[in-house]
């Protein structure tokens, strides 16, 4: 493969050195001048792409997310049942444990340290697809209509396993057990939704993650950050 040259080749470069520090020594200990040595530039030249470490950083985890879900985007499309909620919450713990990059990152959201959403269009665009995602799990029948403030509680229990220590040795798989056997019984109905449902459900689902990925794709490559999500 072509390496990229360029502002997108060295933005890269800039996230891999980036990437590469924040699993070694986390968040709160990375500065902008460690990560420009690590990629062998001026720190100046980090600044023309991402104008503040919180932003560099937004900019690492974004990279990251969009490769875990182009990854689940193609099992959406090989098996509809991938949308059924205690199955995706199992393969987003799997994943997040799988990858460094995602699991330093909820390591830093447990110290209070992680780079949050600093660039309001992209927030605004998040909180939109975390309705539109609610939306399309209650109205094809993925999710129990009896769970009170289903979005705030679903979020709790996913983030509660990447977060919560364990006093005994429990494996990712085990884990990921866990919470689907959790969001199966809680919150999902008696019975699924049939076939015809599912792959409706899931074909709505990958045009919403296709929806995200390309603005978010250009925020990070935006040089100069002339450019921000439309």
Do not use: C
């Amino acid at each position: 493969m072509r390496e990229k040259t360029g502002p997108v080749g060295r933005a890269d470069r800039i996230l891999d050195a980036a990437a590469g520090l924040l699993v070694r020594h986390g968040y709160r200990k990375v500065t902008v001048e460690d990560v420009a040595r690590e990629a062998g530039i001026g720190k100046g030249t980090v600044y023309l792409h991402w104008r503040t470490k919180q932003q560099l950083f937004e900019a690492v985890l974004l990279r990251e997310s969009i490769a875990y879900l182009e990854e689940f985007l193609d099992e959406l499309r090989r098996d509809p049942r991938t949308l059924l909620p205690h199955r995706l919450v199992s393969s987003t713990f799997l994943a997040v444990a799988r990858r460094p990059v995602l699991g330093a990152m909820v390591a830093g959201f447990t110290e209070g340290t992680h780079a949050t959403r600093a660039d309001a269009s992209l927030r605004g665009r998040e909180l939109l697809i975390a309705e539109r995602f609610h939306d399309l799990m209650t109205r094809h029948g993925l999710f129990r209509s009896d769970v009170p403030n289903l979005a705030f509680t679903f979020g709790a229990v996913a983030t509660g396993f990447h977060v919560h220590p364990s006093e005994e040795p429990i494996d990712a798989a085990a884990k990921a057990e866990s919470i689907a056997y959790v969001v199966r019984n809680a919150l999902e109905p008696a019975v699924p939704p049939g076939d015809r449902e599912l792959a409706d459900a899931a074909s709505e689902m990958a045009a919403i993650i296709e929806d995200l990925i390309p603005p978010f794709r250009k925020w990070i490559y935006a040089y100069e950050r002339q450019d921000e999500p439309g």
